[in-house]
């Protein structure tokens, strides 16, 4: 291995080694490292959003063709807004309405990948319930309908008549869509020890590769 590879790897397992000091309490150390992981993030997309926002996306584009392309300057002018009116606090109400077409996308996009990407296939996956077993439809069925009453608040148990009787029998099915709730996000939780733990055995590893390596590049030498 190249000396340079090396350097590489000792760098990592300081970084690791300064990342599991935070198991000894928050100290100088974990800071350090945290600090150094951050800076590198903001370095790196700093750099990527000049050169592939502005440059790519904006800067070419408008000097190839700049009759073609004036609808870029919209994103130009929500960003150079924001820069400048944001900045300064007297004006920063100013900043709001350049922030506010990007909030209201970006709401837009997450209840349209919401609605695409949960929703709709749990819709088809309850409609489809006749090309499973008997067992797995009803039980799909059911933590469908359940786990929806869940969220339900219009029906209320204390009221009279049919309404009542309504919303005792909503009061139950939405009891049984809270325990649906509760084994979902206890398998999800499950699933998120299983890879920190995956990713804590993995970093062991490296460290123990590392120490194996500088043994033998230096304890040859």
């Given at each position: ?5 090396l350097?590489?790897m000792a760098v990592?397992?300081l ?5 599991f000091?935070?198991l000894?309490?928050?100290n100088?150390l974990y800071r ?9 993030l ?7 959003v000049?050169?592939?926002v ?8 408008l ?6 392309n004036l609808?870029?300057?919209?994103p130009l002018g929500?960003?150079?807004?924001l820069l400048?009116f944001k900045?300064?606090p007297r004006?920063?109400y100013?900043?709001n309405?350049?922030?506010?077409p990007l909030i209201g996308f970006?709401?837009?996009v997450?209840?349209?990948g919401?609605?695409?990407?949960t929703l709709?296939?749990q819709f ?11 067992w ?5 069925a059911i933590?469908?309908?359940?786990t929806l009453?869940a969220f339900?608040?219009t029906?209320?148990?204390?009221q009279r008549?049919?309404g009542?009787?309504l ?5 139950l099915?939405?009891k ?8 979902a996000f206890g ?5 998120a020890i299983?890879?920190a733990?995956?990713?804590f ?6 460290l123990?590769e590392?120490a ?5 590049t230096f304890?040859?030498?």
């Amino acid at each position: 291995m190249s000396y340079p590879e090396l350097i590489g790897m000792a760098v990592g397992a300081l970084l690791t080694i300064l990342v599991f000091s935070y198991l000894l309490g928050d100290n100088f150390l974990y800071r350090l490292a945290l600090h150094i992981f951050l800076g590198a993030l903001v370095g790196y997309a700093f750099g990527m959003v000049i050169s592939e926002v502005w440059g790519k996306l904006i800067a070419d584009p408008l000097r190839e063709n700049f009759g073609s392309n004036l609808f870029l300057i919209i994103p130009l002018g929500i960003g150079l807004g924001l820069l400048i009116f944001k900045s300064i606090p007297r004006l920063a109400y100013i900043g709001n309405f350049f922030l506010s077409p990007l909030i209201g996308f970006g709401i837009a996009v997450a209840l349209v990948g919401a609605f695409i990407g949960t929703l709709k296939p749990q819709f088809e996956a309850t409609a489809n319930v006749m090309n499973a077993t008997p067992w797995e439809g009803m039980l799909i069925a059911i933590g469908t309908v359940c786990t929806l009453l869940a969220f339900d608040f219009t029906f209320t148990q204390r009221q009279r008549g049919l309404g009542g009787v309504l919303g005792n029998v909503i009061g139950l099915l939405g009891k049984a869509g809270r325990l649906f709730l509760t084994v979902a996000f206890g398998v999800a939780f499950a699933g998120a020890i299983t890879a920190a733990l995956t990713i804590f055995i993995g970093r062991i590893q490296f460290l123990i590769e590392v120490a194996v390596e500088l043994l033998s590049t230096f304890g040859s030498g």
